[in-house]
């Protein structure tokens, strides 16, 4: 099956810091993936969708200057929490779309990543 | 609007069968995925319809019914590692995922 990877898989970091989260997929090529937000007990948040080699979309609500989004190749993404503060502690999973062929597109989640900000 | 409801909690006995419902309203179909994700972990793919139906796969079975706006996901002889959120996620007219709340699936010996 599709592989998608996160790294790291947990960050701890001070209030005002920044901090990167990479997505690959890594037996595939994506053209399309996606970050979501998870607080405990809740359900996903999509907070952006990014296209390799053009701008990310995001979802009402979620600043565009605080979430960078960079799709540079066909196999990775970044997402970088910029000043991040104790509110944006969560649990951040990327996936990566599969064209499988036909209309399927399959979402490949990667193993989540655990942000806590002090 | 687009909305997709799933029951938010079940319980089901381990080595039972249990059926989990999802409706859907969108803009557009082009197919539904079930996700299953233990407590503190990434969704992992279980299964995809776009035609009606039903698609086997081991013990987990998914049926979709595109006039009806209606899927299930059937699971057979349960296991206490099957407890789990299972979610429903719908893509529509533009390949974006709709994503139900997930439903909170609870195994008991």
């Known amino acids: 099956g599709a592989v998608v990877s996160q790294h790291p898989s947990w960050v701890i970091c001070k209030s005002g810091t920044s901090v990167k989260i990479e997505c690959r997929s890594l037996?595939?090529?994506?053209?399309?993936m996606f970050w979501y937000r998870q607080f405990p007990k809740q359900s996903l948040m999509l907070m952006a969708t990014?296209?390799?080699?053009?701008?990310?979309?995001?979802e009402q609500g979620v600043e565009k200057d605080k979430f960078l989004i960079n799709h540079a190749s066909l196999t990775l993404s970044t997402l970088t929490v910029t000043s991040a503060h104790p509110e944006d502690s969560s649990f951040y999973i990327c996936?990566?779309?599969?064209?499988?062929?036909?209309?399927?597109?399959?979402?490949?989640f990667g193993p989540g990543t655990r942000l806590l900000v002090l | 609007g687009q909305n997709i409801d799933q029951p938010t909690e079940m319980t089901a006995t381990e080595g039972a069968i249990v059926q989990i419902n999802c409706t859907y309203q969108?803009?557009?179909?082009?197919?539904l995925f079930w996700y299953q994700q233990h407590a503190g972990e990434a969704p992992t793919f279980l299964s995809y319809?776009?035609l009606d139906g039903l698609e086997e796969k081991g013990r987990f079975s998914s049926f979709l019914s595109r006039s009806k706006g209606y899927s299930y996901l059937l699971l057979k002889e349960l296991q206490m590692k099957d407890s789990a959120s299972y979610l429903c996620?719908?893509?529509?007219?533009?390949?974006?995922?709709?994503w139900g709340a997930g439903t909170k699936l609870i195994i008991k010996p």
């Open positions: 990014s296209n390799e080699g053009s701008k990310a979309t995001y």
């Open positions: 996936s990566a779309r599969s064209l499988a062929g036909g209309s399927q597109e399959t979402q490949y």
């Open positions: 996620a719908v893509s529509d007219s533009n390949y974006q995922l709709i």
């Open positions: 037996d595939f090529q994506a053209t399309t």
């Open positions: 969108t803009s557009g179909f082009n197919g």
């Open positions: 319809n776009v």
